[in-house]
């Protein structure tokens, strides 16, 4: 497989060399650049997309017959479908040549991969996902590679962040969308200082002091990661796909475990999932919660001229303040393998993924885009927060078995009254079944 | 058994005995099907037979033969595609797809197999035609065939389609994931992209082994004890709650009749899904119940005596709270249905009875133990067993209810498995909750649900069926 | 001996409204919130604070992209009256077969229909998509309809119960005038069977508008128009619309709730005769 992916390069870097015309002048003399990337945790990956030409979409136009049906899968928010149904009208007018058919459906990018794989071959062409999905659609070869690409190059237009989460065993396979799909915390800043926020110690203090409660989804596993990566522990599947490496039931890991009962303990802090927590900030119980952008619009809502955001709060490990982390999130764009249009659904995916295109999202949506342009233009208190947080974040790279065991020992910890061995017991039992094969 | 040795017995040397003594033409329909009856006179029925065998065999040779050569490995030829960036044409080898493979062969095989059947009634129904003419007998012209279609035969007539139908949307796939218990169908191995393949017995032996990913031996026994209790204890509590709610109804003391019923009857008439949903976003931990119980108190009550932690009840949340509240929620939705059964059973009693009882001096409580119950206990018993099975397998009820359920189990958490889940919720979590998808691991636990359901079900309606019991109330 | 009785009555009436309410909160609760003005769902009052037909409104004539209520109420009324007629034929025939007609190896056929109903369909769901995308048809009413329908005929116990208390002499005499098989079937049987009917059109008609598991998976669709009344409802209660459209949700599931509890009453005396009708025999 890989070979042929070589021979696929050499074609697009003789293609590009052949063809190449003044349209990106920086890679007119440089069929094919490389750029290498730094994840945030230090990992290097090395990306190459080579350049195709102008000329191969001119190529495409000739060469397509009848209409082109397309299918696009993106999340089912108002302000996605309706910015996206305008994307595809412009898609539509800048290729007036072309008779489309794009159909958009709505289907939440955090569950596109169960979707997608369902049936691979009915799935959409062009689908929206987050970016934890990436190794399972790659595996099931669900998505087509973006060895080269036509109108922009994602490598260079977007962050690098975004890219790495975008890219396995250094082939890019997916467009990068918005870089803003983590977790931050938001907060009431006329019920909590800055001071409140600082730490969780100071947060739970502040809380039971105004008779008000924080909130995280203690009990899922992509939240409770926060703490462990915080006291550098590790868990993810960078050495083997299918399984997990985790250290979680060290003595660090117990003091973490500790700490995290310790804060649950207090009848301020709240484990809620996400639709409760809007349900609970709208009826004014929350003011400080761990959450996402997606929810900035019930935030601000609630909170009014309140609405404040911040990087999560510190707490406490061996008497030592420690920076809770967090997993980095991207949403991407891909391109399912088995599309019978396949170029136009590429040239569609570049298209809604381009620097004037996450513009658009991004004033929509409330999502910082990916675009290293585009993104400075979108500023909200929830992206900043985001990127004060993305120092402390890590790419979301665990195997499948993470999910409920990590959940389940959330709920223990939130549960709580274990003591030191019931918390030994329960950590052990966690990594048990998250390192599973 | 013995009959049914016999009855194979039968079969085969009736068979034998049509072949020896067939003439030419019994002969040749083991080769050409309607030969047979061309030769006895039964010329269109010959040609039609002749016909339905050519399609057969053409399906078997042009379509299914491929994937039934490839049953053995399940193919082998993984899928390679290379896209060409500047025409952007892609080419595709001649990948396999394992589960076409699969289910294509399957699809074959039952044709085959219906195949050889067909064959062999062909020779022996030849052999009859050939036996009558010989006897100097009446053979049947095809329009008299015809007419026996919606008489003496009418049955197959009636058949035909349903039958069609169960082997298509039952048969089939129930075959198909039975086999799938036996190979290692999960996200790894997914078709298109991916082959999958057979692996024996492995994945039983992993099921009731504790060592292995998830201790799958460990949530096995934990879930089949539940659903068992479960089973019975929503059966048992719907059964009486509807007998006791019809009775009340259907007391002579009580006016308005029909409303009562109207208004249980409203609540089977919202889409279950549509209540169960609701009713789980009623008791979450901040929804509308535990709202009211704050605030009136009953939560600091509860909290005061140590029964909660929490600052809420942690009704669809904590074991031991949902459990009860599951059951008491089935009650919910399975009392107004059982109340209209009851209904019906209880207008229908032989009011003869009713009437010599009383005439005896018998006062209600007698007549009530000794006449209502017994004869409402004989209608209902079997149906017991159904609704018991019909509650082992309650995906809804359970499904729907417990979406906010976490477990604080690490070994159920490792199986993907909560503590509430029945076997089903339990295997279809594994397909589609899980991110490994381990159909094979859903297939075993399916098999053994069907294995609990087929024998309990088959005990009950072996009776139903068997002897005479049918002719009763004619 | 008056007096006793009078208190009977009034504590049997209270009793039951006390059980009625009980049953109905749920209920009322779905009424008032689909009349609340706020979309999500309210935690601290069981009455909305304000009133509003907004979401009547948006549920009936403002379909949008995560919402069409009229599309999903047409597909599942096509879906339901296809698969009445289809199940109600399917289950007609076989109970006929069964009950009064006498093959070899009836009994046999019999308990292999009911081993058969066992497996959890649950678990065949995959395969059924498979095979129906075989034939072309996935991804479609027609499929569903196929799927809701083709295996009824496995549904007969009950029906083939009440066939077995039709008296074997009407059918005899019957036959003794020259009528054939199928003109007993069509014209005797079938017109005594009005009960049976009537039973099994509802049940059937009712499949497409309870399941959500079987239609969210053979409807690959991602457009809300091709979708139906259950999988349309569950869908709008993920967590990133529920905020938005709890209320519309419950509009939802009264205005399916008003045809099928019309139904359901007019039809209660036929439902209670036809479900025990063959629970006398079973």
């Given at each position: 497989m890989?070979?042929?992916?070589?021979?696929?390069?050499?074609?697009?870097?003789?293609?590009?060399?052949?063809?190449?015309?003044?349209?990106?002048?920086?890679?007119?003399?440089?069929?094919?650049?490389?750029?290498?990337?730094?994840?945030?945790?230090?990992?290097?990956?090395?990306?190459?997309?080579?350049?195709?030409?102008?000329?191969?979409?001119?190529n495409?136009?000739?060469?397509?017959?009848?209409?082109?049906?397309?299918?696009?899968?993106?999340?089912?928010?108002?302000?996605?479908?309706?910015?996206?149904?305008?994307?595809?009208?412009?898609?539509?007018?800048?290729?007036?040549?072309?008779?489309?058919?794009?159909?958009?459906?709505?289907?939440?990018?955090?569950?596109?991969?169960?979707?997608?794989?369902?049936?691979?071959?009915?799935?959409?062409?062009?689908?929206?996902?987050?970016?934890?999905?990436?190794?399972?659609?790659?595996?099931?070869?669900?998505?087509?590679?973006?060895?080269?690409?036509?109108?922009?190059?994602?490598?260079?237009?977007?962050?690098a962040?975004?890219?790495?989460?975008?890219?396995?065993?250094?082939?890019?396979?997916?467009?990068?969308?918005?870089?803003?799909?983590?977790?931050?915390?938001?907060?009431?800043?006329?019920?909590?200082?800055?001071?409140?926020?600082?730490?969780?110690?100071?947060?739970?203090?502040?809380?039971?002091?105004?008779?008000?409660?924080?909130?995280?989804?203690?009990?899922?596993?992509?939240?409770?990661?926060?703490?462990?990566?915080?006291?550098?522990?590790?868990?993810?599947?960078?050495?083997?796909?299918?399984?997990?490496?985790?250290?979680?039931?060290?003595?660090?890991?117990?003091?973490?475990?500790?700490?995290?009962?310790?804060?649950?303990?207090?009848?301020?802090?709240?484990?809620?999932?996400?639709?409760?927590?809007?349900?609970?900030?709208?009826?004014?119980?929350?003011?400080?919660?761990?959450?996402?952008?997606?929810?900035?619009?019930?935030?601000?809502?609630?909170?009014?001229?309140?609405?404040?955001?911040?990087?999560?709060?510190?707490?406490?490990?061996?008497?030592?303040?420690?920076?809770?982390?967090?997993?980095?999130?991207?949403?991407?764009?891909?391109?399912?393998?088995?599309?019978?249009?396949?170029?136009?659904?590429?040239?569609?995916?570049?298209?809604?993924?381009n620097?004037?295109?996450?513009?658009?999202?991004?004033n929509a949506?409330?999502?910082?885009?990916?675009?290293?342009?585009a993104?400075?233009?979108?500023?909200?208190?929830?992206?900043?927060?985001?990127?004060?947080?993305?120092?402390?974040?890590?790419?979301?790279?665990?195997?499948?078995n993470y999910?409920t065991?990590?959940?389940?020992?959330?709920?223990?910890?939130?549960?709580?009254?274990?003591?030191?061995?019931?918390?030994?017991?329960?950590?052990?039992?966690?990594?048990?079944?998250?390192?599973?094969? | 058994?013995?009959?049914?040795?016999?009855?194979?017995?039968?079969?085969?040397?009736?068979l034998?005995?049509?072949?020896?003594?067939?003439?030419?033409?019994?002969?040749?329909?083991?080769?050409?099907?309607?030969?047979?009856?061309i030769?006895?006179?039964?010329?269109?029925?010959?040609?039609?037979?002749?016909?339905?065998?050519?399609?057969?065999?053409?399906?078997t040779?042009?379509?299914?033969?491929?994937?039934?050569?490839?049953?053995?490995?399940l193919?082998?030829?993984?899928?390679?595609?290379v896209?060409?960036?500047?025409?952007?044409?892609?080419?595709?080898?001649?990948?396999?797809?394992?589960?076409?493979?699969?289910?294509?062969?399957?699809?074959?095989?039952?044709?085959?197999?219906?195949f050889?059947?067909?064959?062999?009634?062909?020779?022996?129904?030849?052999?009859?035609?050939?036996?009558?003419?010989?006897?100097?007998?009446?053979?049947?012209?095809?329009?008299?065939?015809?007419?026996?279609?919606?008489?003496?035969?009418?049955?197959?007539?009636?058949?035909?389609?349903?039958?069609?139908?169960?082997?298509?949307?039952?048969?089939?796939?129930?075959v198909?994931?039975?086999?799938?218990?036996?190979?290692?169908?999960?996200?790894?191995?997914?078709?298109?992209?991916?082959?999958?393949?057979?692996?024996?017995?492995?994945?039983?032996?992993?099921?009731?082994?504790?060592?292995?990913?998830?201790?799958?031996?460990?949530t096995?026994?934990?879930?089949?004890?539940?659903?068992?209790?479960?089973?019975?204890?929503?059966?048992?509590?719907?059964?009486?709650?509807?007998?006791?709610?019809?009775?009340?109804?259907?007391?002579?003391?009580?006016?308005?009749?029909?409303?009562?019923?109207?208004?249980?009857?409203?609540?089977?008439?919202?889409?279950?899904?549509?209540?169960?949903?609701?009713?789980?976003?009623?008791?979450?931990?901040?929804?509308?119940?535990?709202?009211?119980?704050?605030?009136?108190?009953?939560?600091?009550?509860?909290?005061k005596?140590?029964?909660?932690?929490?600052?809420?009840?942690?009704?669809?949340?904590?074991?031991?709270?949902?459990?009860?509240?599951?059951?008491?929620?089935?009650?919910?939705?399975?009392?107004?249905?059982?109340?209209?059964?009851?209904?019906?059973?209880?207008?229908?009693?032989?009011?003869?009875q009713?009437?010599?009882?009383?005439i005896?001096?018998?006062?209600?409580?007698q007549?009530?133990?000794?006449?209502?119950?017994?004869?409402?206990?004989?209608?209902?018993?079997?149906?017991?067993?159904?609704?018991?099975?019909?509650?082992?397998?309650?995906?809804?009820?359970?499904?729907?209810?417990t979406?906010?359920?976490?477990t604080?189990d690490?070994?159920?958490?490792?199986?993907?498995?909560?503590?509430?889940?029945?076997?089903?919720?339990?295997?279809?979590?594994?397909?589609?909750?899980?991110?490994?998808?381990?159909?094979?691991?859903?297939?075993?636990?399916?098999?053994?649900?069907?294995?609990?359901?087929?024998?309990?079900?088959?005990i009950t309606?072996?009776?139903?069926?068997?002897?005479?019991?049918?002719?009763?109330?004619? | 001996?008056?007096?006793?009785?009078?208190?009977?009555?009034?504590?049997?009436?209270?009793?039951?409204?006390?059980?009625?309410?009980?049953?109905?909160?749920?209920?009322?609760?779905?009424?008032?919130?689909?009349?609340?003005?706020?979309?999500?769902?309210?935690?601290?009052?069981?009455?909305?604070?304000?009133?509003s037909?907004?979401?009547?409104?948006?549920?009936?004539?403002?379909?949008?992209?995560?919402?069409?209520?009229?599309?999903?109420?047409?597909?599942?009324?096509?879906?339901?009256?296809a698969?009445?007629?289809?199940?109600?034929?399917?289950?007609?025939?076989?109970?006929?077969?069964?009950?009064?007609?006498?093959?070899?190896?009836?009994?046999?056929?019999?308990?292999?229909?009911?081993?058969?109903?066992?497996?959890?369909?649950?678990?065949?769901?995959?395969?059924?998509?498979?095979?129906?995308?075989?034939?072309?048809?996935?991804?479609?009413?027609?499929?569903?309809?196929?799927?809701?329908?083709?295996?009824?005929?496995?549904?007969?116990?009950?029906?083939?119960?009440?066939?077995?208390?039709?008296?074997?002499?009407?059918?005899?005499?019957?036959?003794?005038?020259?009528?054939?098989?199928?003109?007993?079937?069509?014209?005797?049987?079938?017109?005594?069977?009005?009960?049976?009917?009537?039973?099994?059109?509802?049940?059937?008609?009712?499949?497409?508008?309870?399941?959500?598991?079987?239609?969210?998976?053979?409807?690959?669709?991602?457009?809300?128009?091709?979708?139906?009344?259950?999988?349309?409802?569950?869908n709008?209660?993920?967590k990133?619309?529920?905020?938005?459209?709890?209320?519309?949700?419950?509009?939802?599931?009264?205005?399916?709730a008003?045809?099928?509890?019309?139904?359901?009453?007019?039809?209660?005396?036929?439902?209670?005769?036809?479900?025990?009708?063959?629970?006398?025999?079973?």
């Amino acid at each position: 497989m890989k070979k042929k992916l070589v021979a696929v390069l050499m074609t697009a870097a003789m293609a590009a060399t052949l063809a190449a015309c003044g349209t990106e002048p920086e890679t007119e003399n440089t069929p094919a650049d490389t750029n290498v990337t730094v994840a945030p945790d230090g990992e290097t990956t090395d990306v190459v997309v080579g350049q195709g030409s102008e000329d191969a979409i001119a190529n495409l136009i000739a060469a397509t017959e009848g209409t082109v049906d397309l299918t696009l899968w993106c999340s089912e928010t108002e302000a996605y479908q309706n910015v996206m149904a305008q994307l595809v009208d412009e898609f539509k007018a800048a290729y007036s040549d072309v008779d489309f058919n794009i159909t958009i459906g709505s289907q939440s990018e955090s569950t596109c991969k169960d979707e997608v794989l369902k049936d691979v071959e009915a799935a959409a062409d062009v689908y929206v996902f987050a970016d934890d999905q990436l190794n399972g659609l790659v595996e099931a070869g669900a998505l087509q590679a973006v060895t080269t690409t036509y109108t922009y190059n994602p490598i260079e237009a977007d962050g690098a962040g975004a890219v790495n989460a975008a890219s396995k065993d250094g082939i890019l396979y997916a467009y990068p969308l918005t870089a803003t799909n983590g977790y931050f915390l938001y907060y009431d800043s006329n019920l909590l200082s800055d001071e409140d926020v600082s730490s969780w110690e100071n947060l739970v203090a502040a809380c039971e002091r105004e008779g008000k409660k924080v909130a995280m989804e203690f009990s899922g596993g992509w939240y409770l990661f926060s703490f462990f990566y915080g006291a550098g522990l590790e868990c993810n599947n960078l050495a083997n796909d299918a399984v997990n490496v985790c250290n979680w039931n060290n003595e660090t890991g117990l003091a973490v475990a500790k700490s995290v009962q310790d804060i649950c303990s207090s009848d301020a802090v709240i484990n809620l999932g996400d639709a409760d927590t809007c349900t609970q900030v709208t009826d004014g119980n929350v003011i400080a919660a761990v959450n996402g952008t997606w929810n900035t619009g019930v935030f601000e809502a609630a909170y009014g001229d309140g609405f404040a955001a911040t990087k999560l709060p510190t707490f406490n490990v061996n008497g030592q303040a420690v920076q809770q982390g967090s997993f980095a999130g991207y949403k991407l764009v891909g391109v399912n393998s088995y599309s019978d249009n396949l170029g136009w659904a590429m040239i569609f995916a570049e298209f809604i993924t381009n620097e004037a295109s996450q513009l658009k999202i991004g004033n929509a949506t409330q999502e910082g885009p990916a675009n290293l342009v585009a993104a400075p233009q979108i500023a909200t208190p929830a992206i900043a927060a985001l990127g004060a947080q993305s120092n402390f974040a890590t790419l979301q790279r665990v195997a499948g078995n993470y999910w409920t065991p990590a959940g389940t020992l959330g709920q223990a910890l939130y549960e709580g009254g274990l003591d030191d061995a019931g918390l030994q017991k329960a950590l052990d039992d966690a990594v048990d079944g998250i390192c599973a094969e | 058994m013995k009959n049914f040795l016999q009855a194979i017995k039968k079969y085969f040397v009736d068979l034998g005995t049509a072949i020896v003594k067939g003439d030419i033409w019994t002969k040749l329909s083991l080769v050409i099907f309607g030969a047979g009856y061309i030769g006895h006179g039964q010329v269109i029925k010959g040609l039609l037979v002749t016909a339905l065998e050519a399609g057969i065999i053409l399906f078997t040779g042009k379509i299914s033969w491929p994937y039934i050569a490839k049953l053995d490995s399940l193919g082998t030829v993984q899928r390679e595609m290379v896209l060409d960036p500047v025409t952007f044409q892609k080419v595709e080898n001649d990948y396999d797809n394992s589960l076409l493979i699969l289910l294509m062969g399957v699809l074959g095989i039952i044709i085959i197999a219906a195949f050889v059947f067909f064959l062999i009634s062909n020779v022996k129904s030849n052999y009859r035609i050939q036996k009558l003419k010989e006897e100097g007998k009446h053979v049947n012209s095809f329009l008299e065939d015809l007419k026996s279609l919606v008489n003496e035969k009418f049955h197959i007539t009636l058949l035909t389609l349903p039958s069609i139908g169960v082997i298509f949307m039952c048969i089939l796939p129930i075959v198909f994931m039975i086999c799938i218990a036996f190979t290692n169908y999960d996200a790894a191995h997914q078709p298109p992209s991916n082959l999958f393949t057979w692996v024996g017995m492995k994945n039983f032996i992993n099921m009731f082994s504790s060592k292995g990913g998830g201790s799958y031996g460990y949530t096995f026994a934990r879930l089949l004890t539940w659903t068992l209790i479960w089973a019975a204890l929503a059966t048992f509590t719907t059964y009486i709650g509807g007998i006791l709610l019809a009775l009340l109804i259907n007391h002579e003391n009580t006016k308005l009749k029909k409303l009562w019923r109207s208004l249980f009857v409203i609540t089977i008439s919202i889409p279950q899904f549509v209540t169960l949903l609701l009713i789980s976003k009623m008791f979450s931990n901040f929804g509308i119940i535990n709202g009211i119980l704050s605030n009136i108190g009953v939560t600091g009550a509860l909290q005061k005596m140590g029964w909660i932690t929490t600052d809420y009840i942690p009704f669809m949340t904590q074991k031991g709270w949902t459990h009860v509240m599951i059951v008491l929620i089935n009650i919910w939705i399975g009392v107004p249905y059982q109340m209209l059964s009851a209904t019906g059973i209880l207008l229908n009693i032989p009011s003869e009875q009713l009437e010599s009882a009383r005439i005896d001096g018998a006062n209600k409580w007698q007549i009530f133990w000794k006449i209502t119950m017994p004869y409402v206990l004989f209608i209902t018993g079997p149906s017991l067993v159904t609704s018991f099975i019909g509650n082992i397998n309650n995906f809804n009820v359970i499904y729907l209810l417990t979406g906010d359920y976490v477990t604080a189990d690490a070994s159920l958490a490792a199986s993907n498995a909560k503590d509430v889940d029945l076997l089903i919720t339990w295997l279809f979590r594994i397909t589609a909750d899980s991110p490994k998808m381990e159909y094979y691991m859903a297939s075993v636990i399916g098999i053994f649900v069907f294995v609990v359901c087929a024998v309990l079900s088959l005990i009950t309606f072996s009776n139903m069926i068997k002897g005479d019991r049918e002719e009763v109330f004619r | 001996m008056k007096t006793k009785k009078a208190v009977d009555m009034v504590v049997r009436h209270v009793f039951l409204a006390l059980m009625a309410l009980f049953w109905l909160i749920p209920i009322i609760w779905l009424v008032v919130t689909s009349f609340s003005a706020y979309p999500g769902i309210r935690t601290s009052h069981f009455f909305p604070e304000q009133w509003s037909f907004v979401n009547y409104q948006k549920l009936l004539f403002q379909p949008d992209t995560v919402c069409n209520f009229p599309a999903w109420f047409r597909n599942s009324m096509i879906i339901g009256f296809a698969c009445c007629i289809i199940s109600t034929l399917f289950v007609l025939m076989v109970s006929y077969a069964f009950s009064c007609m006498r093959f070899p190896s009836r009994k046999k056929l019999m308990s292999f229909s009911i081993i058969l109903g066992m497996f959890p369909g649950v678990l065949s769901m995959i395969a059924i998509y498979f095979i129906l995308k075989m034939f072309g048809i996935s991804d479609s009413l027609v499929g569903l309809i196929v799927v809701y329908s083709a295996g009824s005929g496995l549904g007969f116990l009950i029906c083939k119960g009440f066939f077995d208390t039709i008296p074997t002499s009407l059918r005899e005499s019957a036959k003794l005038e020259g009528a054939n098989e199928f003109t007993i079937f069509t014209q005797i049987v079938i017109p005594l069977s009005r009960p049976m009917i009537v039973y099994t059109v509802i049940n059937s008609f009712l499949t497409p508008w309870m399941d959500f598991v079987m239609a969210k998976l053979m409807i690959r669709s991602k457009d809300p128009a091709d979708w139906t009344v259950a999988v349309g409802l569950y869908n709008i209660l993920q967590k990133t619309l529920l905020n938005n459209y709890f209320s519309v949700f419950c509009a939802g599931g009264v205005v399916v709730a008003i045809p099928i509890s019309v139904l359901f009453v007019i039809m209660q005396k036929f439902y209670v005769e036809g479900i025990t009708g063959g629970a006398v025999k079973g």
